[in-house]
């Protein structure tokens, strides 16, 4: 394939933004190649400048859950733009995404808006202290939450230990009160708590950023009991697994309600938006109504509120979670059948989310995803794009599905795995 305009659009990024890319993962540097620039997308597929198409497995990280460039979408989203894009006032769109989520969600009885998944699981941290009055968050090694200080942290040594900072600028100060646990570990959970003072536990309840991994037998269960016996506040991010693995994120497909839980990406529909949700008798301790402050110039926006709100009316009224478990079911059959074959890859499917894995078993923690054979996956990636076929370019990363990728999609995708892995 020819990236002549890529290489010269990334050359001319680089001059003016760091790295070239307004967030690190989309500068490919894990696989070793430079970036592909998109044009333009339309269902499940992107085109780059170059004139070469891509069948999509990034769907920009989540939100493009109906294929790019809805047509409906764009109609709701351009009409509602010539009123004006943005008021810094209360409009009603907001509240009409706010009850849609709340009946689709009950446990959600009330939102509040921001711009991105890092704003909401920081708004629900805070909230989380705040309300509980205590200092500790417990998150996983491995999960990701967005690049705010509290939880830009690593495992330090050991099991449950304090985290330490994860990138320079975050100051041993803003760590010292986060913990780290292995997921899947609910004993180190349970000694965490133990330890008193924990405002909350926040989990990626199926974790998406460690490749996808699934909560064992028991685990969020586990979560859900030690949470209430030491009254600290249990928060699932489903920013990555709302609307995307069932119908109701983790609380449907596990039966396990969170005292709070973070969204984001597909209720955006592809424009910026987060939110955090629960009870009104948590969520009200939020300024103004509570002493807990957040806030946000374009929390709320009207254009992103109506691009989330028309994906999430198209998203119930076309059925798409049962399309993309039809599809992540016929997936999930063909990549068994190939890694029964191939014993040095294995896989981890759940609703419209994947990873293969370059390693014989499926991990269940990060010390695992982190033993996989890296240099394989980089090979498997560069393979796979001039095949035409675009991955998220980390093996750390989950691979999205949408309700336009079709059972001819993924034989593409597993056709093109078995001859990588019969040649490589
Ligand atoms: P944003 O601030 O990127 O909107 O959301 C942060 C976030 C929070 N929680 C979970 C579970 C997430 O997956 C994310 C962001 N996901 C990554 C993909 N691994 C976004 C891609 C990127 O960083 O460019």
């Not at 493009?64 to 351009?78: S, T």
């Not at 685990?219 to 009254?231: K, S, V």
Request: hydrophobic share 40%; charged share 20%.
């Amino acid at each position: 394939m020819d990236h002549t305009k890529s290489r010269q659009a990334f050359d001319a990024a680089k001059k003016s933004i760091p790295g070239g890319v307004n967030s690190p993962v989309r500068a490919f540097r894990a696989v070793g190649s430079e970036p592909v620039f998109i044009a333009s997308a339309k269902d499940q597929f992107v085109e780059d400048v170059d004139g070469n198409r891509y069948l999509d497995f990034i769907c920009t990280w989540g939100p493009a859950i109906l294929g790019h460039a809805n047509p409906e979408v764009l109609d709701a989203v351009r009409r509602r733009m010539e009123k004006g894009i943005s008021f810094g006032m209360p409009t009603e769109i907001e509240t009409r995404l706010a009850e849609k989520m709340h009946s689709m969600l009950p446990y959600v009885e009330k939102v509040r808006f921001v711009s991105s998944g890092t704003e909401a699981t920081m708004t629900a941290i805070r909230l989380a202290r705040g309300y509980t009055g205590k200092e500790k968050i417990i998150k996983f090694n491995g999960c990701y939450h967005g690049h705010h200080d509290s939880l830009l942290v690593k495992a330090g040594s050991g099991g449950a230990t304090l985290g330490v900072p994860d990138s320079p600028g975050v100051t041993p100060g803003t760590t010292k009160s986060t913990v780290i646990c292995e997921y899947n570990n609910a004993d180190e959970v349970r000694d965490a708590l133990e330890g008193g003072n924990v405002a909350a536990v926040i989990v990626e309840p199926v974790a998406g950023n460690m490749g996808v991994i699934k909560p064992g037998d028991g685990f969020l269960q586990a979560l859900r009991e030690l949470t209430e016996r030491h009254e600290a506040l249990l928060i699932f991010d489903e920013v990555m697994t709302g609307f995307r693995i069932h119908r109701q994120g983790a609380y449907g497909l596990y039966g396990v309600t969170p005292d709070l839980a973070t969204f984001g990406k597909v209720i955006g529909g592809g424009m910026p938006v987060g939110a955090v949700g629960g009870s009104a008798a948590v969520m009200d301790w939020l300024a103004p109504v509570g002493p807990v402050y957040q806030a946000g110039t374009l929390s709320g926006n009207p254009a992103a509120m109506e691009c989330g709100l028309k994906t999430l009316e198209i998203y119930e009224r076309e059925n798409v979670p049962d399309h993309i478990q039809a599809v992540s079911g016929h997936l999930a059959n063909g990549l068994a059948d190939i890694c029964s074959r191939h014993n040095t890859v294995s896989f981890s499917v759940q609703g419209g989310m994947f990873t293969v894995f370059f390693t014989g078993t499926a991990p269940s923690n990060f010390p695992e995803v982190a033993a996989c054979d890296m240099e394989r996956f980089r090979c498997f990636f560069q393979y796979m794009l001039e095949k035409g076929i675009l991955l998220p370019p980390s093996q750390y990363e989950a691979n999205f599905i949408s309700f336009k990728h079709t059972k001819q999609d993924i034989d593409h995708y597993l056709n093109a795995l078995e001859t990588f892995l019969s040649a490589n």
